[in-house]
């Protein structure tokens, strides 16, 4: 298979040069291939946020290499990195980052204009895909977690990106919800979406075809489906 993301000797220190330094990372090496379903586990403070991080090209404060479709992202130009960033990867994050001022269709219309995209038929299509066309018009504070979350997926997968990197996706969200939401990222997945999931939930990392476990910044131990 392709590799969408490769890690090569990935290293990361907080406060490299005090006396307070941390390692948080050490030796991370892992291929992403295009259409993977892969989620990170391990206990608080093993690193996987910050892994996180570095793979969707929000930190790069680190030592080793990170390919991006066989491109050291270090030699890479701002502007590229930054288009990267914005069509490339969608995030999904535990917290949903919604706007309260904006309402849904907005908070969603937000990722597009950023891209320059005017094509707002996109916004119904993926808002009924993901049962959320009925609340367009409606505010973050008027509607439930669950919603919530369908959203933050809606802004994430408008752009069509190449990769989808979740932050504890279903934290937050009752049972039901959670079960909703892990359909939705089993369905997008086999319609061909690259996904990499950082949760502490056995019940999504059932949805994964490979589970990687973290342990004091390192990766020691690995399980594939099937």
Do not use: W
């Given at each position: 298979?392709?590799?969408?993301i490769?890690?090569?000797?990935?290293?990361k220190t907080?406060n490299k040069y005090?006396?307070?330094?941390?390692?948080?990372l050490?030796d991370?090496?892992?291929?992403i291939?295009?259409n993977d379903f892969v989620?990170?586990?391990g206990?608080s403070?093993?690193?996987?946020?910050?892994l996180?991080n570095?793979?969707?090209?929000?930190?790069?404060d680190y030592?080793?290499k990170?390919?991006?479709?066989g491109?050291?992202?270090?030699?890479?130009?701002?502007?590229?990195?930054?288009?990267?960033k914005?069509?490339?990867?969608?995030?999904?994050?535990?917290?949903?980052n919604?706007?309260?001022?904006?309402?849904?269709?907005e908070n969603?219309e937000?990722?597009?204009?950023?891209?320059?995209d005017?094509?707002?038929n996109?916004?119904?299509n993926?808002?009924?895909k993901l049962?959320?066309d009925?609340?367009?018009?409606k505010y973050?504070?008027?509607?439930s977690g669950g919603q919530k979350q369908?959203?933050a997926?809606?802004?994430?997968?408008?752009?069509h990106p190449?990769i989808?990197?979740?932050?504890e996706?279903?934290?937050?969200l009752d049972?039901?919800?959670?079960?909703?939401?892990l359909?939705?990222?089993?369905q997008?997945?086999q319609s061909?979406?690259t996904?990499l999931?950082?949760?502490?939930?056995?019940?999504?990392?059932?949805?994964a075809s490979r589970?990687?476990?973290i342990k004091d910044?390192q990766?020691?131990?690995?399980l594939?489906k099937?």
């Amino acid at each position: 298979m392709e590799p969408l993301i490769t890690l090569n000797k990935v290293n990361k220190t907080y406060n490299k040069y005090s006396k307070l330094k941390k390692h948080v990372l050490h030796d991370i090496s892992l291929e992403i291939n295009k259409n993977d379903f892969v989620c990170i586990m391990g206990s608080s403070g093993s690193g996987k946020t910050t892994l996180l991080n570095i793979i969707s090209l929000i930190d790069d404060d680190y030592d080793g290499k990170l390919f991006y479709e066989g491109n050291d992202v270090k030699t890479i130009n701002l502007k590229t990195v930054n288009k990267i960033k914005s069509k490339d990867i969608g995030f999904v994050f535990q917290t949903y980052n919604l706007l309260d001022n904006l309402t849904i269709k907005e908070n969603i219309e937000f990722v597009l204009k950023l891209n320059n995209d005017k094509d707002k038929n996109k916004i119904m299509n993926i808002s009924k895909k993901l049962g959320i066309d009925t609340i367009l018009e409606k505010y973050p504070y008027e509607i439930s977690g669950g919603q919530k979350q369908r959203v933050a997926v809606a802004r994430a997968l408008i752009t069509h990106p190449k990769i989808i990197l979740a932050d504890e996706p279903t934290g937050a969200l009752d049972s039901k919800s959670t079960d909703q939401l892990l359909s939705i990222f089993d369905q997008i997945h086999q319609s061909g979406q690259t996904i990499l999931m950082v949760t502490h939930s056995s019940k999504a990392a059932s949805y994964a075809s490979r589970v990687l476990f973290i342990k004091d910044g390192q990766i020691f131990h690995q399980l594939y489906k099937g």
